[in-house]
């Protein structure tokens, strides 16, 4: 393998903060006019803004994850939810994944977990917070912001 070739592949890295799923089909996106690593920060700001905590953020993966959020008490939780607080309590994930030069695809999935099972992983519980939720509603607002931000 000749010289450089070894520096491209050194300069590699195979770990991503992204989870191993990607977010649910049905969840709203958007093309942005900005590359990724300008949108992250603007996500992450508004989401703290509006009183989340992140749980994690990389402009260079393009993803933000929030900490469990229960959009009535407005407190983020990091361990389970209460029982009687699931449908109020949801995570909020952003991808952005290149798009044409220049430009971005913002996904925003709002989940939370119609029930809580310690013996199965957390994303098989996960659902997309209904249509009209203030879950739902948190991540329309976010994707909405975004879109003012930075234009289609």
């Given at each position: 393998m000749l010289p450089s070739a070894w520096v491209l592949l050194l300069a590699c890295s195979p770990?991503?903060?992204?989870?191993g799923?990607?977010?649910?089909?049905?969840?709203p996106s958007a093309v942005l006019d900005a590359p990724a690593a300008r949108v992250v920060p603007e996500a992450s700001g508004w989401l703290v803004n509006q009183g989340l905590k992140i749980q994690w953020s990389s402009p260079q993966?393009?993803?933000?994850?929030?900490?469990w959020y229960n959009v009535?008490?407005?407190?983020?939780?990091?361990g389970d939810a209460?029982?009687?607080d699931?449908?109020?309590t949801v995570k909020i994930r952003c991808w952005m994944d290149?798009?044409?030069?220049?430009?971005?695809?913002?996904?925003v999935e709002a989940v939370y977990r119609p029930m809580l099972d310690p013996s199965r992983p957390e994303r098989d519980l996960e659902e997309l917070a209904p249509q009209g939720s203030d879950g739902y509603r948190l991540a329309q607002q976010l994707l909405d912001a975004m879109k003012q931000r930075f234009g289609q």
């Open positions: 770990v991503t903060t992204r989870p799923f990607f977010p649910l089909p049905q969840a993966d393009g993803y933000v994850e929030t900490a009535r008490t407005r407190v983020s939780v990091y209460e029982a009687g699931l449908l109020d290149p798009n044409v030069s220049g430009k971005s695809q913002l996904t």
